[in-house]
């Protein structure tokens, strides 16, 4: 795909501002959803789950910043947006139940530290992950990521008649349809905002039918601000285990999201860039930790838009990481975009999914036509994917190793990597 605008180009501070809006709004109900869940789940006071969302937003501001820009040996410096990951929510829960928020706190301070140390060694890293291994760790990516998508369209959770309604699947299905027409018909400017235009689209149609709740933005205070150690930390060794095991699952699929983001890009991702990014990712944990915020992992979303409107500018997200320091300060202003409604945001998702996905195909098409990487492809897809369709396949695996494969993407990875170093090279056919 050709580029509208470069990894280093400016474009218009206006529309540098839309088109950082856009992967703000892409981003901004993760962000949001991963402290209102676990607040939620371990019974906080609703002051203080707007806390841990005013200092995910703060935290998550400042590495993307940090991600795109660069500071000294700091950031891959490509427009990675980093937010609350959803791969810590079931941990930081059971975290929290048992200890508190401090608890969760002092587990992510420390497992951060696991991605700060791994960072330093990402130039032999960068070994293991060759085309064909980068090719199925950025498919699996897109592919895992979209089940995502759907609960968004059927507007999960919620009881089995209420999932996936006409109306609902008539707003994912006009937002789709919105970006579809965007970017195909339209150029320049438009083109480039294919994603807020559909989002924008989506919002008015679920305003004529009633189904926005806007009562979050009545409720929201108009000034907030993080509130940092608000509840100190706390060790023991079981929470920090099982925080560090995921994050072993983010490096993997950091890299992942940063190959596939370099692809889109244009640029090659050498192993020192992967040095860099792992270590502005391990760092921005560490800072959401102390800000008293959920750990901070890349977003693949946010790389399938870079892929559908051909914006390359890391000026654009770090804009969007600007704009995520605002929210954190602006309570009303995140309560906004999170009256975006689910079916709304699936209906993007599925494309911003669906081309982290592409990504990934034309990079395996680059590898060489041989029964030796078809093997390593097929396999390495299918343990990914089986992990997702069916998860009791790992249900016996020991406490201390099944969390690293409850993930689609590791699990792919790992097999991927260890067939690439085994199977010996043969002739293409």
């Known amino acids: ?27 901004i109900g993760g962000i949001v959803a991963m ?16 806390s841990l969302i005013n200092a995910s937003l703060l935290a998550s501001g400042i590495a993307t910043i940090i991600q795109s820009l660069g500071l000294g040996p700091v950031g891959i410096r490509l427009p990675v947006v980093m937010g609350s990951s959803f791969a810590f929510l079931s941990v930081a829960i059971a975290i929290g139940l048992d200890g508190g928020v401090g608890s969760i706190m002092g587990a992510s301070l420390i497992g951060s530290l696991t991605v700060i140390v791994a960072g330093f060694y990402m130039n032999k890293v960068r070994k293991l992950f060759p085309t064909i291994v980068s090719g199925v760790i950025v498919t699996l990516i897109g592919l895992t990521i979209l089940p995502v998508a759907v609960n968004w369209i059927g507007d999960a959770p919620a009881t089995r008649t209420e999932f996936a309604t006409l109306p609902k699947l008539s707003l994912a299905i006009i937002s789709l349809a ?43 205070s108009w000034f907030g601000k993080p509130e940092p150690l608000k509840y100190g930390f706390s060790f023991s060794w079981e929470a920090i285990i099982s925080m560090s095991l995921v994050y072993i699952v983010v490096i993997a699929e950091a890299a992942g999201d940063f190959i596939a983001l370099g692809n889109n890009c244009h640029v090659r991702v050498s192993g020192n860039d992967l040095k ?4 502005a990712d391990g760092l921005g944990s560490t800072l959401a930790a102390v800000l008293t915020a959920m750990p901070l992992a890349s977003f693949s979303q946010n790389v399938g838009i870079v892929g559908i409107t051909g914006v390359a500018s890391r000026y654009v997200v770090a804009t969007t990481g600007g704009l995520l320091i605002l929210a954190s300060a602006l309570p009303k202003l995140a309560a906004l975009a999170i009256t975006i409604p689910k079916p709304v945001i699936g209906g993007v998702g599925l494309i911003m999914f669906g081309m982290i996905a592409y990504t990934g195909i034309r990079m395996l098409i680059k590898t060489s036509d041989s029964k030796r990487n078809a093997l390593i492809i097929c396999v ?9 369709f069916e998860p009791r ?37």
């Open 1 to 27: 795909m050709k580029l509208l605008y470069h990894l280093n180009e400016r474009p218009p501070l206006g529309l540098t501002v839309l088109l950082a809006v856009q992967h703000l709004l892409a981003s």
């Open 35 to 50: 402290p209102l869940i676990v607040g939620t789940a371990i019974a906080l006071p609703p002051t203080h789950i707007v």
């Open 178 to 220: 919105i970006v579809i027409v965007v970017s195909i018909y339209c150029r320049g400017i438009l083109a480039a905002a294919a994603i807020v235009i559909g989002l924008a689209g989506g919002y008015l149609a679920a305003l004529t039918l009633g189904m926005v709740e806007l009562e979050p933005v009545k409720q929201a």
């Open 276 to 279: 860099r990014g792992v270590l």
């Open 380 to 388: 390495g897809l299918s343990s990914g994917l089986s992990v997702i």
């Open 393 to 429: 396949l790992v249900q016996h695996l020991p406490d201390t190793i099944s969390p690293v494969f409850h993930s689609g993407i590791t699990t792919g990875a790992i097999v991927t990597i260890i067939l690439n170093q085994l199977l010996p090279e043969s002739q293409p056919n």
